[in-house]
C-alpha cells in the first residue's frame, strides 16, 4: 500500500500545476511548426535556418494581403483611389522583383552565395515586404486632423483600422 502514497501525491502535484497554469491559445499551424523547428534559437543549422525564414516569408506575404484587403474595402467608394493603389501595387511588385534581383543577381542561387542563400533570401524578401505593409497600413490608420499632405489618406477619426 505504501507504493500508491507517492503517487497519490505525484497526482496531486500535477493536477495543482494544471490548475495554477490555464491552457495556453491553440497555435496555429505554421506558428507550431516555427516552435517545433526552434525558429529563433541560435545555432540552427542552414536547412532549419531557411525554413524558418520561409515561414517569416509567407506569414509577411499573408500580412500585406490582408492589409491590402483591408485598404481595397475601406476605399471601395473611391474608384479613382482603387485604380490607382492597383496600379502602385503592380508596380511595388516590379520594384520587389528588380530588387531581389540586384541584390542576388547571380541565378546559381545557393552555389554563388553559399548554403545560406535560403534564408538570406527569404529574410531579404520578407524585409521588403514588411515595408510595403507599413506603406499600405497609413490608408488604415488615417492622417492626423490638419495634415495637409495626406492626400488620399483619410482624416483619423479616432475609430479603430478595419
Known amino acids: ?8 501525491l505525484l497526482a496531486l502535484a500535477c493536477g495543482n500545476a494544471v490548475a495554477a497554469n490555464p491552457v495556453a491559445p491553440a497555435l ?16 540552427l543549422d542552414d536547412q532549419t535556418q531557411a525554413r524558418c525564414a ?23 467608394d473611391d474608384a479613382a483611389f482603387i485604380a490607382k493603389l492597383k496600379a502602385a ?21 545557393v552555389a554563388a552565395y553559399g548554403s545560406t542563400f535560403p534564408s538570406c533570401h527569404a529574410e531579404a524578401a520578407a524585409y521588403l515586404i514588411a515595408r510595403r505593409t ?9 492622417a492626423q486632423e490638419g495634415d495637409v499632405c495626406a492626400g488620399s489618406i483619410h482624416i483619423n477619426d479616432g475609430e479603430a483600422a478595419d
Not at 520561409?54 to 471601395?76: I, S
Not at 507599413?134 to 488615417?142: F, I, M
Open 1 to 8: 500500500m505504501r507504493p500508491i502514497l507517492p503517487l497519490l
Open 134 to 142: 507599413q506603406e499600405l497600413r497609413r490608408w488604415l490608420e488615417g
Open 89 to 109: 501595387q503592380v508596380a511595388w511588385s516590379a520594384y520587389f522583383d528588380a530588387e531581389m534581383a540586384a541584390l542576388y543577381p547571380d541565378p546559381r542561387g
Open 54 to 76: 520561409q515561414l517569416d516569408l509567407d506569414g509577411a506575404k499573408k500580412e500585406m494581403q490582408q492589409v491590402y484587403q483591408q485598404v481595397l474595402q475601406r476605399y471601395a
Open 28 to 43: 496555429t499551424p505554421a506558428d507550431q511548426q516555427y516552435a517545433d523547428l526552434g525558429c529563433g534559437r541560435p545555432g
